[in-house]
Every structure is written in C-alpha cells, then in structure tokens.
C-alpha cells in the first residue's frame, strides 16, 4: 500500500509518495517557478522557420516557446479537412502560420535548461475520469485498463452520455476502471463548460494571454496519483487540507476519506525522513545494501547510469555475485529514475554477465519494476556492448534541476584545476606580460600576484625556485597576495 504525504508552505509545494514506508517518487512545485504542463494561452506567433517546419509563439514568458508543425491540428488534418494518414496533402508549417498570427495553444513540455515550453495546438482537459478533445472526434481508453470487456464496457457507456452534437473526443482514463454512467455524464458536462469558457475568453483577450491555468500540485495528486492502493494523504497545512476536502468532495469524492490531516508538532517530512531521502536523491553515487553502488551522471543530452559491485565479494563465485548485483541494481535504478524524475535518453551500464540467461533475467526484473512508473517509456535489450538503453519522457525538469545550480567554482565541470596547475599558467602569464612591455618594462617596480591561500603556499614552499628563477629572468621582483574570495582557479597579475 501507498501513502503520501503533503508538505505544504507559502513558498512551495513539496509532494513524496511512500511504498511501504520507502520513498518512490518525490515532487516539488514552487510559486514562483510553478510547472506550465496542461496550461492553455493565447499565443503570438513571432516567428517562423520554415527550414525546422517549427515556430516560436509568445505566450508572455521569458522565453518563447516552440511549436513544432506535427503539433498543429491542421498538419495532422491534411489542407482537405481529412487525417493525415488519408492524405498525402499535408500543409507546410509556412502555410499554416505567419508572425503576428494569434493562435490557441497548450503547453506539453515546460521550460528545461535553456530551451523553451513545447506547444500543441491540439488542446487535452484533464477531468476526474476523461480527458477531453475538443478537436479530435477519436474516443479511446488508457493502455493501462488490460481487461477487453471492461473497455468495451466503458466505451458503450461514455457513447451514451456524450451529446449528439458533440464533435470533439475523449480517452477514458485509468480512474474510471470502476465508474458509472453517472460519472462519466458529469465529466463530460465539467469538461465541456471548461473548454467553452477557455474559448470564449480567447476572443475577448490580447495574445500574449493565460486563459486556464493547470490545477495546482496538491490537487494533480489528489486527481492523478491517489488510487486503490493509496492508504493515506497527509497533509499538514489545516487552511489547504480545507481546500483539498472541498476540491476532492467535488471532483474526486473517492478519496476524501483518504485525506488526512497532519497536526504533530514534529515537521511531517522530519517525521519520515524525507528531508534525508532528497539529499540522498542529489547525490552522485547512490548505495546499494549488499555493498554494491550507482554512479548517476546527468549530461545535457542523457543520463547514464554505471553499476559497481563495490564490496559485495559474494558467498558462491564471480557470476553469481555479479547476477546479484545486478538485480538489485535493476531495482534500484527503476526507483533511482522516479525518484530524480530523469528523463530523455538514459544508458544504464550492468555489470557484465558471461550467461544469456542471467542478461535476460536481469532485464525482465528492470522492465517489470518499470512498470509501476506513471511516465511513459521504451527499453531496448542489451546492446553489443553490454548497455541497456531507455527513454523516459520528460515533461518537467528533473528533482536536480529544480533544487541545484551549477558550481560557481566548477561552472557544473564537477572538477578544478588543481593548485600547480593555476602556478604554471601564472607564470606563463607573467613572463608573457614582461615580453610585451619589452624596454618600458623600467618603469615598472613589481609584478604582484593576488591569488587563492592553495595557490600562494605553492609558490612559497614547492613552485619557490621556480618563481624566484621568473624573476632573475624578467629581471623585476614577484611578491604574492592571498584573496581569500578566491577559488582555487582565479587569480589576477597586477603591474606596480
């Protein structure tokens, strides 16, 4: 069973979801920097490139955002009205779209690194048990509901209380497993009047415009997160747990009962050390309780994560040990990703292993603890190599990203020079300042070094032959300052 546990403050949202008292999945939504995923604007197309088939879109953030031509309805639909796998007479995105254009949009993607949201014209309305399309006529059902009779048996229900004059779509969402015709018939009024008043605001507002905002982070989970194995959702705000009683009681009266409120005079996330499990979730090298470790790299373009047996020496031989490993380390990567939220292409480097039969093993327990994962996904077997490849779809930036900045120090390298090194390029410097000044060099009294203490103490113990030769050679005298605001990688050469 699941618990979850809602840690809420003015400033941020922070959501962790326990698997018998084990952290799985962590999210943090702050105000000022709230997710823009399911948010509907009125855009301002500002430019468009017709060698990328994309567009830039204003929506009134920093950035513009990116709106690619297989995310506009009428590409998919074909210049004749028909679907595009009817039609070979798709429309180029420079037919489609000119700047200064306004044109309704949806953020898909939010803002990573230092690319802008992803757009679609194609707008989805997330209910209790429907997601709407109001452009697209397609009604389908989640992958995740197995069962070919009960599909079939949602279908015919939603058929009967969607209105006859309805051109739009719907997916039945996994939630809806258990539901009855009356339910379905109220989503579909909630997400109708939804889509009506988002489009009759878009007529009355200037582009850039916000014209829905998605629901809040507390209130995706209580919609989105919280099913049958949920045991519990804490809250420990009194003023939010209010608001989430009465936003549950009209949209998801399944799991008010769930709700709870946390009053302790210990912090709640204290209380299960989930302050402990996000330090935990930052770090580089993550352990393994046989003795075994990770090492997680996040790049830019990929994750890639490497498999170490470390300590773990084994009770039988080599292969065995190795195959152990490995299994816990399938395991632990599964909940490693949910946990960091990493997305994109992901490289996970196992242990080499001699049989095919411990490699396939191996790879069955990953898929299968993958499966509990709500983001959707592909894994390959293993390559030539011995490397087992995945994506991850990536919506929102990753549990690093939210909390971390690069190293003012390092600049995100993870390494610095070390201090002999940063001598070295000193002296060079100084020796390429005294060339330049050639006969005028007369007029100067000193060459003066202002430095880290690493880099000073260098140059007066090992490096002192070398800076006093410098300076028979320049014929001037070296002296050195200690900054101690330094890092170890800058310095300065001042002429006195």
């Known amino acids: 069973m699941e618990d979850i546990l809602i840690n809420i403050t003015p400033q941020e949202t ?8 084990v952290v799985q999945e962590l999210h943090i939504e ?6 823009l995923v399911g948010n509907v604007y009125v855009g301002k197309v500002v430019r468009v490139l017709p060698g990328m088939q994309s567009a830039f879109v204003d929506i009134g953030l920093e950035r513009a955002a990116f709106l690619h031509v297989a995310d506009i ?4 639909q074909g210049t004749d009205g028909k679907s595009e796998s009817k039609t070979k007479n798709v429309a180029p995105i420079e037919r489609l779209l000119h700047e200064g254009d306004a044109l309704l949009v949806q953020v898909v993607k939010d803002p990573i690194g230092t690319k802008g949201a992803r757009l679609s014209t194609q707008i989805s309305l997330a209910g209790r048990m429907l997601v709407y399309l109001p452009q697209d006529p397609h009604v389908g059902v989640s992958q995740r509901i197995e069962d070919e009779a009960e599909r079939a048996k949602l279908k015919e229900m939603l058929s009967k209380v969607i209105p006859a004059e309805e051109r739009g779509g719907f997916i039945i969402r996994t939630s809806a497993e258990d539901a009855g015709e009356a339910d379905l018939a109220n989503d579909v009024e909630y997400l109708r009047l939804r889509w009506r008043q988002i489009r009759d605001v878009s007529k009355q507002v200037p582009a850039p415009s916000l014209l829905y905002q998605e629901l809040s982070l507390a209130q995706r989970v209580l919609r989105d997160v919280v099913s049958e194995q949920t045991l519990s959702v804490q809250v420990d705000s009194r003023e939010n747990f209010v608001a989430l009683q009465a936003f549950a009681m009209q949209y998801v009266p399944r799991v008010t009962s ?12 204290d209380l299960y050390q989930i302050d402990d499990e996000i330090e935990k979730a930052l770090a580089r090298r993550v352990d393994l309780k046989s003795g075994g470790y ?14 170490n047996t470390g300590g773990f020496v084994g009770t039988r031989n080599f292969d065995d040990t190795v195959f152990k490993t490995n299994l816990e380390a399938a395991q632990a990567v599964a909940r490693q990703l949910r946990l960091r939220n990493l997305g994109g292409i992901i490289v996970v480097d196992f242990i080499d292993m001699m049989t095919a039969e411990h490699r396939d093993a191996v790879l069955a327990e990953f898929k299968k603890v993958l499966a509990r994962d709500r983001t959707r996904m592909t894994v390959s077997g293993f390559t030539q ?26 600049g995100g390298k993870g390494e610095v020079k070390t201090a002999r090194t940063i001598c070295y390029a000193i002296l060079r410097d100084i020796l390429r300042e005294a060339r330049q000044f050639g006969d005028s060099i007369d007029t100067l009294r000193e060459f003066r070094i202002l430095a880290a203490q690493s880099v000073v103490d260098l140059f007066l113990e090992e490096e002192a032959q070398s800076l006093t030769m410098l300076s028979d050679f320049i014929g001037k005298p070296i002296s050195m300052q200690v900054e101690s605001v330094y890092s170890q990688e800058q310095y300065d050469i001042v002429l006195v």
């Open 14 to 21: 922070r959501v962790a979801l326990l698997l018998a008292g």
């Open 30 to 35: 702050r105000s000022a920097t709230r997710g």
């Open 73 to 76: 309805v009428e590409h998919r």
């Open 258 to 269: 769930k709700l709870a409120y946390y009053s302790g005079e210990r912090p709640l996330f």
């Open 294 to 307: 990770l090492i997680i790299d996040q790049t830019e373009a990929m994750t890639t994560i490497d498999v």
């Open 385 to 410: 190599l011995g490397l087992v490849e995945m994506t991850r779809k990536r919506t929102r930036e990753s549990l690093a990203h939210i909390l971390c900045e690069p190293c003012p120090t390092c």
